[in-house]
């Protein structure tokens, strides 16, 4: 009698799955991206002194630049697109344009040092488009305040003496960029943004004292001290969680 012929192994006759298709998220990225998720992270940004567009684009590189740090919830899905609040805060320096201001203010023949410092925070409404991709492009609108505060130290050829100049401001605008998410949530971020600030300081000018009280000159603000505005950029790396 003749024996049936030998069959294949078990493990051959079942049905491999399916491969992932190149280029598709892992099921553990479209789980975290589908949903609900929060986005922390902390970047540099650069800023513009000016709300002229073309100018302002150059000026930024070598004016404005500080630390950035952000919280975003994303918490609602609307067709393609994923709709999030957030809040961020900025610390930033004018270390170039400083120097530069200085050394212009020297050739008066008086001694300057001058420290601006600016900070505040934004509200942040954003959509984010293909949100179940790696690279999502999105948009954002900002609203928040700052704050401007200079530090004056100035040294004349009889006499000596300090100030201390402040504004605070209204700022609004808005921005386009993108962000990579990574499988395990880890996030990278490029942003470009225009921002309008408008103070609430009523002058421009604050007067120098000496170590006594007395008054020795008058401080008028520039326009490269005015607070950052205009064309500017964000970098961020963060983490989704």
């Known amino acids: ?5 030998p069959q294949p192994p078990i493990s051959l006759l079942q049905e491999e799955p399916d ?3 190149p280029g598709a998220p892992s099921a553990e990225r479209s789980e975290r991206l589908a949903g609900p998720s929060l986005d922390l992270a902390l970047g ?7 709300e002229r567009p073309v100018l302002g684009m150059i000026l930024a590189w070598v004016s404005w630049g500080g630390v950035y740090g952000s919280l ?3 918490f609602a899905r609307l067709g393609p697109a994923q709709l999030g609040l957030g809040i961020e805060g900025f610390y ?7 120097a530069a201001g200085e050394w212009v203010l020297g050739l008066g023949g008086a001694d300057f040092d001058i420290t601006p410092q600016h900070f505040g925070g934004h509200g942040a409404f954003s959509v984010a488009l293909r949100p179940e991709r790696v690279f999502q492009p999105y948009a954002v609108a ?5 704050r401007l505060s200079i530090d004056i130290a100035y040294v004349g050829e009889s006499s000596s003496g300090s100030g201390r100049y402040a504004e605070s401001a209204l700022r609004f605008g808005g921005g386009l960029g993108g962000a990579w998410v990574m499988d395990r949530g880890l996030r990278v971020s490029v942003e470009g943004r225009y921002l309008w600030a408008r103070s609430f300081q009523t002058s421009s000018s604050v007067g120098i ?3 006594e009280g007395e008054p020795l000159i008058t401080w008028e603000q520039q326009s490269w001290e005015k607070p950052p505005r205009g064309m500017g950029m964000v970098a961020q790396v963060g983490w989704r969680i």
Do not use: H
């Open 72 to 74: 975003d919830l994303r």
């Open 19 to 21: 491969a992932q298709a």
């Open 1 to 5: 009698m003749d024996l049936p012929p």
């Open 142 to 146: 900002l609203l928040g305040t700052d």
């Open 209 to 211: 004292v000496d170590s």
């Open 92 to 98: 930033n320096r004018a270390l170039l344009l400083e």
């Open 44 to 50: 540099l940004g650069v800023m513009s002194p000016t």
